[in-house]
């Protein structure tokens, strides 16, 4: 099996501060990986050394095929449309010509609402819309950062269900970046705990579950 995210004794730093501490991570192609682990354990830090946002002071990290990020906050254009706000996932990946039907295609709820301003809609909405600007770069793997932050559960529940298709039907792999850490060993295989800079666990996502370590600092003590 290949793998599109490959991650070897990473290490960033801002100045002085090192805000990740050698991790060793992957996702082979195909796969559901979560990454869980609290405010400022250095979850963003990968998501933007994993864009090219950042540059490693150490180590390794490949991304083999495309990526995609959905940005923790969704980060729509909330004056232009839902259509333009399409548009603009495949423009910024230099597939500006490239028509939305496909994406229309994978999430119909968007379809109702192409032409309103995209800070009309809820914010489950706008998660679809930000997903769907991701899809346009037609991913090899997603980066999903902060799937559920701010959204009622339901809402969560739905847009799990279509991260379940877009990896089963079309094969993409997701890096779930979650504060939830229930939701993000639901839906994924596999699972990293990174605190402070380091993966602390790594495994199974039903080993992690029930691990007591686990579960006393990310499932309140279930
Ligand atoms: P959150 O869930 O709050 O976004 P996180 O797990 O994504 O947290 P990071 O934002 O990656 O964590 O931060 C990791 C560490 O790096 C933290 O100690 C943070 O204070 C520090 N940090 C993040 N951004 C900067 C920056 N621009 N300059 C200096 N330090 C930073």
Redo the contacts with the bound molecule.
């Keep these: 099996m290949s793998t599109v995210v490959d991650v070897d004794g990473l290490v960033v730093r801002?100045?002085a501060?090192t805000?990740?501490d050698g991790i060793d991570l992957f996702v082979d192609a195909g796969e559901l990986v979560a990454l869980i682990?609290?405010?400022?354990?250095?979850?963003?830090?990968?998501?933007?050394t994993l864009a090219g946002i950042l540059a490693p002071a150490a180590g390794r990290c490949e991304v083999r095929g495309r990526l995609a990020v959905v940005p923790?906050g969704r980060e729509v254009f909330p004056d232009l449309s839902v259509d333009d706000n399409l548009r603009l996932g495949g423009w910024r990946n230099g597939r500006g010509g490239r028509d939305t039907s496909a994406i229309y295609d994978l999430l119909p709820d968007l379809v109702r609402v192409r032409r309103q301003r995209a800070g009309s809609l809820s914010g489950g909405q706008q998660q679809m819309v930000a997903v769907g600007r991701a899809l346009m770069a037609r991913p090899d793997v997603l980066v999903v950062?902060?799937l559920s932050l701010g959204l009622a559960p339901l809402v969560v529940a739905d847009l799990v269900r279509h991260l379940r298709e877009l990896n089963s039907e079309r094969g993409i792999a997701v890096l779930l970046?979650e504060?939830n850490a229930r939701l993000a060993l639901d839906l994924c295989t596999r699972a990293y705990v990174?605190e402070?800079?380091r993966v602390v666990l790594h495994g199974p996502s039903a080993e992690l579950a029930g691990s007591e370590q686990v579960a006393a600092a990310y499932l309140g003590g279930a």
């Design positions: 801002y100045g501060a805000a990740l682990g609290p405010n400022g354990a250095g979850k963003s830090t990968l998501v933007n923790e950062d902060e970046i504060q990174l402070a800079g």
